[in-house]
């Protein structure tokens, strides 16, 4: 059905030793420039020993223009993304948006007599100031006390905060590598802000509120860089908590320093940060937070996300990890199976794969944001399910928005700045220490068809500037060859 070029594959060997499968010895098609570009890419020593994987389709005939080591399994990195936000948009609708709510006893009056509940179904932007939101409500209708306590409702989520792969570096600390649960507040970070505040020492302090001891002190310095120390565990009072030993020095001439890091057990964060919102607007929380459920409760607040389409933003181009994480697992609460697991939004990432006849031997969907070593694609596979995407009119102008805009912005901003190039690459780029990744597609001028792509490269360890810089010569053809002279 497809054309494809041998040429190109056969130059391709040079690059790697693994076996390409007999399927990809198909008839040659008249060389494109990309296939041309590609046997040139392919015989340089600079790229020698790199495992690569690479599929472009024209949109509008299905052509192929160049295709070599097409269905090698290799890491895609971030480009698992990509699975991720197609199916959330295809199975979700762009118009989902996630709730969270506050449930109390029923009745007016300005005490609650019962505990107030947080309840959540894994929204992944929450924020503090949306806690401030649903307070306020509360306060506007009169309450002045809460005398059972917090109650978090997390049962939305199964008690696997951990994302598939990601327990591979369990000492990293970095907001990268936050946790996942159904009611996650601020991406599950808390940030460090140390400033001075007269004295000999700084003010240490931690947002959200009410979730962190700090023990230890900063010293102020009288010139140089900051130098702090931070180490994070449990609080010694309270084990839902967290505890920071802070030491180390800073300058006392500046306004001051911010540090972020992820927190290791997030079921109770957002209902220590709630406590605190409601002290501070003069509301008074009597009672343990804790963890668990009350179902005969009434809603008295509600917070409703932005839709999907917007949420996928930050996952396309940014890349962010968390919001990936988080958007998998609830297509697997809302679609498959509560609580809600990874593994099920997984399922059905595979499924739509299969259906849409993307789905290539080999291929592995284990987390949503492709962080580590964890998921398999091939280049056949992503090229296909972007070539679909596009031709869907419910979600081409979706997928299209999320992804970084060559030469503009998100992880592409520096990147093809050419006349052309310039906002006609759309794509999703990835980077791990022996992976790089770059998906996407070329926009066309009127009477053109435009090209989604796919060129996946691993075994590129300490080469992976290398390895973006091949992607980003056989793109630059694409973008020549869909041009032209235009």
Same mark, same amino acid.
């Given at each position: 059905?497809?054309?494809?070029?041998?040429?190109?594959?056969?130059?391709?060997?040079?690059?790697?030793? +693994? =076996?390409?499968?007999?399927?990809? +010895?198909?008839? =040659?098609?008249?060389?494109?420039?990309?296939?041309?570009?590609?046997? #040139?890419?392919?015989?340089?020593?600079?790229?020698?020993?790199?495992?690569?994987?690479?599929?472009?389709?024209?949109?509008?005939?299905? /052509?192929?223009?160049?295709?070599? !080591?097409?269905?090698?399994?290799?890491?895609?990195?971030?480009?698992?993304?990509?699975?991720?936000?197609?199916?959330?948009?295809?199975?979700?609708?762009?118009?989902? *948006?996630?709730?969270?709510?506050?449930?109390?006893?029923?009745?007016?009056?300005?005490?609650?007599?019962?505990a107030l509940v947080l309840k959540g179904y894994g929204d992944p932007s929450l924020s503090t100031g949306d806690l401030y939101e649903m307070a306020l409500e509360l306060k506007r209708d009169g309450v002045k006390r809460i005398d059972g306590g917090i109650i978090v409702d997390q049962r939305f989520h199964d008690d696997q905060f951990t994302p598939p792969a990601f327990e591979q570096q369990p000492n990293e600390w970095m907001p990268f590598r936050a946790p996942v649960s159904a009611i996650a507040l601020n991406e599950n970070v808390i940030v460090a802000t140390i400033r001075p505040g007269g004295g000999e020492h700084a003010l240490v302090s931690f947002w959200p509120p009410g979730f962190v001891d700090v023990e230890g002190t900063v010293k102020l310095s009288d010139g140089g860089g900051a130098n702090v120390q931070m180490n994070l565990g449990p609080s010694a009072t309270d084990p839902s908590r967290m505890k920071a030993h802070v030491s180390g020095s800073i300058p006392g001439d500046?306004?001051?320093?911010?540090?972020?890091?992820?927190?290791?057990?997030? /079921?109770?964060?957002? !209902?220590?940060?709630?406590?605190?919102?409601?002290?501070?607007?003069?509301?008074?929380?009597? !009672?343990?937070?804790?963890?668990?459920?009350?179902?005969?409760?009434?809603?008295?607040?509600?917070? *409703?996300?932005?839709?999907?389409?917007?949420?996928?933003?930050?996952?396309?181009?940014?890349?962010?990890?968390?919001?990936?994480?988080? &958007?998998?697992?609830?297509?697997?609460?809302?679609?498959?199976?509560?609580?809600?697991?990874?593994?099920?939004?997984?399922?059905?990432?595979?499924?739509?794969?299969? +259906? &849409?006849? $993307?789905?290539?031997?080999?291929?592995?969907?284990?987390?949503?944001?492709?962080?580590?070593?964890?998921? @398999?694609?091939?280049?056949?596979?992503?090229?296909?399910?972007?070539?679909?995407?596009? #031709?869907?009119?419910?979600?081409?102008?979706?997928?299209?928005?999320?992804?970084?805009?060559?030469?503009?912005?998100?992880?592409?901003?520096?990147?093809? #700045?050419?006349?052309?190039?310039? #906002? $006609?690459? @759309?794509?999703?780029?990835?980077?791990?220490?022996?992976?790089?990744?770059?998906?996407?597609?070329?926009?066309? =001028?009127?009477?053109?068809? =435009?090209?989604?792509?796919?060129?996946?490269?691993?075994?590129?360890? !300490?080469?992976? %500037?290398? $390895? *973006?810089?091949? %992607?980003?010569?056989?793109?630059?053809?694409?973008?020549?060859?869909?041009?032209?002279?235009?």
């Open positions: 059905m497809f054309r494809r070029t041998v040429a190109a594959g056969i130059a391709l060997l040079a690059l790697t030793s +693994q =076996p390409r499968p007999a399927s990809s +010895q198909a008839t =040659p098609a008249k060389t494109s420039q990309a296939s041309s570009e590609l046997s #040139r890419l392919a015989t340089s020593a600079e790229y020698k020993g790199f495992h690569v994987g690479v599929e472009a389709i024209e949109i509008d005939t299905g /052509r192929v223009l160049v295709a070599a !080591g097409e269905h090698q399994p290799l890491n895609p990195a971030s480009n698992a993304k990509l699975v991720t936000a197609i199916t959330a948009l295809s199975v979700l609708k762009p118009e989902h *948006r996630f709730e969270t709510g506050l449930y109390g006893p029923s009745g007016k009056g300005s005490v609650l007599s019962g500046v306004k001051g320093v911010t540090y972020y890091r992820r927190v290791e057990d997030p /079921r109770l964060l957002a !209902g220590y940060a709630l406590k605190a919102v409601l002290n501070d607007l003069g509301i008074e929380v009597k !009672g343990e937070i804790r963890s668990g459920s009350a179902s005969s409760h009434t809603l008295l607040a509600r917070h *409703r996300s932005a839709p999907l389409a917007a949420l996928l933003l930050p996952v396309g181009k940014q890349s962010d990890n968390f919001y990936a994480e988080m &958007i998998l697992k609830a297509l697997g609460g809302e679609k498959k199976s509560k609580p809600a697991q990874t593994d099920g939004g997984a399922e059905i990432a595979v499924k739509l794969l299969t +259906q &849409i006849g $993307a789905f290539d031997n080999g291929v592995v969907v284990k987390n949503g944001s492709g962080l580590f070593d964890a998921n @398999r694609a091939t280049a056949h596979e992503l090229a296909t399910l972007l070539r679909w995407a596009y #031709r869907e009119p419910s979600i081409q102008g979706e997928v299209l928005t999320h992804l970084s805009i060559g030469g503009v912005d998100g992880t592409l901003h520096g990147r093809f #700045r050419s006349e052309h190039a310039r #906002r $006609a690459v @759309r794509g999703k780029t990835g980077t791990l220490d022996d992976a790089v990744a770059l998906s996407g597609y070329v926009l066309a =001028p009127p009477g053109r068809s =435009p090209v989604a792509f796919s060129i996946l490269i691993n075994n590129c360890k !300490g080469k992976v %500037a290398q $390895a *973006r810089g091949f %992607a980003d010569k056989l793109v630059a053809k694409l973008v020549h060859e869909v041009w032209g002279s235009s």
